[in-house]
T-cell receptor
Framework: KQEVTQIPAALSVPEGENLVLNCSFTDSAIYNLQWFRQDPGKGLTSLLL?????REQTSGRLNASLDKSSGRSTLYIAASQPGDSATYLCAAQDDKIIFGKGTRLHILP | EAQVTQNPRYLITVTGKKLTVTCSQNMNHEYMSWYRQDPGLGLRQIYYSMNVEVTDKGDVPEGYKVSRKEKRNFPLILESPSPNQTSLYFCASSPLAGGNGYTFGSGTRLTVV
């Protein structure tokens, strides 16, 4: 059974720093890996989708990588801003989509 | 605009009073799914549907029903709500079960008293 783990559970960093969020999954037979952002009490906004045949995807200051063989994905955020404060969720998709519990990110002004 | 629309956004109800949360998508997606999100437990799948008239249980289906009579709609039905169903609910859709990522609705915050 697929399990998805996100480390750390919470992170506070000063504005302007580059940071990395980690996601690991136990079953490498996935179709894709998706990163979402969730603001408190709100819905999930898709940030990046990496297909199983891809190694990384980029959107603006965000870069997500995927290493299926090691069961890992990372989300890199460059030059963090207070508006980046949110919970970031990764989700591995095989026949179902399994979510990690998220990393709560707080960017200090 | 391509989207998944849930209604209502907020709902307070009493134990045992049947309710329906609607979900509609305008992207002609085949796959739709319901999740609940609870503190410390993350997102858990309730039910999903691969296509019209095809539904299946997720990880936490007890106390819920769904139907998929049309491709665009996937309502979540609570026949006899209980306080342990107080949660934040999300509907999601995807072009294919194995495919191209998910689009989520804005969520429904349900409180059962």
């Amino acid at each position: 059974k697929q399990e998805v783990t996100q480390i750390p559970a919470a992170l506070s960093v000063p504005e302007g720093e580059n940071l990395v969020l980690n996601c690991s999954f136990t079953d490498s037979a996935i179709y894709n890996l998706q990163w979402f952002r969730q603001d408190p009490g709100k819905g999930l906004t898709s940030l990046l989708l990496i297909q199983s045949s891809q190694r990384e995807q980029t959107s603006g200051r965000l870069n997500a990588s995927l290493d299926k063989s090691s069961g890992r994905s990372t989300l890199y955020i460059a030059a963090s801003q207070p508006g980046d404060s949110a919970t970031y969720l990764c989700a591995a998709q095989d026949d179902k989509i399994i979510f990690g519990k998220g990393t709560r990110l707080h960017i200090l002004p | 605009e391509a989207q998944v629309t849930q209604n209502p956004r907020y709902l307070i109800t009493v134990t045992g009073k049947k309710l329906t949360v609607t979900c509609s998508q305008n992207m002609n997606h085949e796959y739709m799914s319901w999740y609940r999100q609870d503190p410390g437990l993350g997102l858990r799948q309730i039910y999903y549907s691969m296509n019209v008239e095809v539904t299946d249980k997720g990880d936490v289906p007890e106390g819920y029903k769904v139907s998929r009579k049309e491709k665009r709609n996937f309502p979540l039905i609570l026949e006899s709500p209980s306080p342990n169903q107080t949660s934040l609910y999300f509907c999601a859709s995807s072009p294919l079960a194995g495919g191209n990522g998910y689009t989520f609705g804005s969520g429904t915050r349900l409180t059962v008293v």
